[in-house]
């Protein structure tokens, strides 16, 4: 059954790389975060594949999908429903808002008001809206990318780093190599690729692997080697907010989802090492002096790494 799971995840990278070109670590990213029924954030300049890659996601796993465009006056009953009085059955009825669904992409989250930007992240915590006092749950799988533009600021609300938090990972879309970006200009032709794109699986073979990977091994060595990691952060002198326990519980699941995806049912500490930044770095915060100094989180998250010990055997 692991089997027939890596080459499904295998296909169904292939195929999102097939009109997402020079971006198969963020693949990756993407799958493991969905596998681990996590949540991500995709930071980058306009124009370098956030929508594009979240499409080719829900085309390929055939998902009911979603999309947001944020903006100053949107409000949280535009993304979550509202109700509607219907005075011939003298009854509410429930609209629902485009949350309800599979795979929702948030573009450019950072423009929505704070109001909003709460009631979307409660949501995603929470797997449920509530609605003049129902609750209403999300389908399931329920996938959120939320994407923003790290260089514009006017008309921007900043995500407070609690709710950061809730993101199992962040990740930077740069632009494409110069050999990557041709080969992009000449695959054009007459159609877009994600027009070519057919699906692969469904939703609930996705489902079905999310539960799969509740039983993937990790090790106790493992677990103290990410514990060892996690203590160092909220013990360093430059960092303010070290990670939290909800960070360690979203690298646990993960490692998980990587380990399948790398076609075993174990997980090492290489798998580690591979996900934190892309997991605890949006969670740290350093203190002022050190960001003064010229630090940053990728630079001291990277000599913690370094200076904790990694486990050599792995116990069954």
């Known amino acids: 059954m692991e089997n027939n799971h890596a080459k499904l995840l295998n296909n169904i990278e292939e195929n999102i790389a097939s009109c997402i070109l020079g971006k198969s670590n963020e693949v990756k990213l993407l799958m493991t975060a969905l596998l681990a029924g996590g949540h991500v954030l995709i930071e980058g300049v306009p124009g370098t594949g956030k929508t594009m890659l979240i ?17 100053p006056d949107l409000l949280p009953t535009d993304i979550t429903g ?5 005075p011939k059955d003298e009854r509410f009825v429930f609209t629902p808002g485009p ?13 929505a008001s704070t109001k909003t930007q709460s009631a979307l992240l409660e949501a995603m915590e929470e797997k449920q809206v509530t609605v003049d006092g129902k609750i209403h749950a999300l ?3 329920f996938f959120v990318m939320a994407t923003q ?10 995500l407070p780093e609690a709710q950061l938090d809730r993101f199992m990972m962040k990740l930077h879309l740069d632009y494409p190599e110069r050999q990557t970006e041709k080969k992009l200009l000449l695959s054009q032709g007459m159609k877009r690729p994600i027009d070519e794109i057919s699906p692969v699986t469904d939703m609930s073979t996705i489902e079905s692997i999310q539960q799969y990977i509740q039983s993937t091994h990790v090790a106790e060595s493992v677990v103290d080697y990410i514990l060892s990691i996690v ?11 070290g990670v939290s326990p909800r960070g360690t519980l979203a690298l646990i699941q993960a490692v998980k989802g990587l380990a399948l995806i790398n076609q075993r049912d174990f997980a090492t500490p290489d798998d580690v090492k591979f ?18 100094r010229g630090d940053t989180v990728d630079n001291i998250m990277q000599s913690i790494v370094d200076g904790v010990h990694v486990p050599k055997r792995l116990e069954k």
Do not use: W
């Open 275 to 292: 996900l934190i930044p892309y997991v605890f770095n949006h969670r740290i915060i350093l203190h002022t002096e050190a960001q003064m």
């Open 139 to 141: 389908p399931q799988p």
């Open 55 to 71: 499409k080719a996601l829900a085309k390929t796993i055939q998902s009911d999908f979603r999309r947001v465009q944020c903006n």
């Open 82 to 86: 509202f109700s509607i009085y219907h």
């Open 149 to 158: 533009n790290p260089i514009e600021f006017e008309g921007t609300y900043l």
């Open 99 to 111: 949350i309800l669904t599979n795979i929702l992409l948030v573009d450019e989250i950072n423009r």
């Open 231 to 241: 203590e160092a952060t909220r013990n360093h002198d430059s960092i303010f907010l």
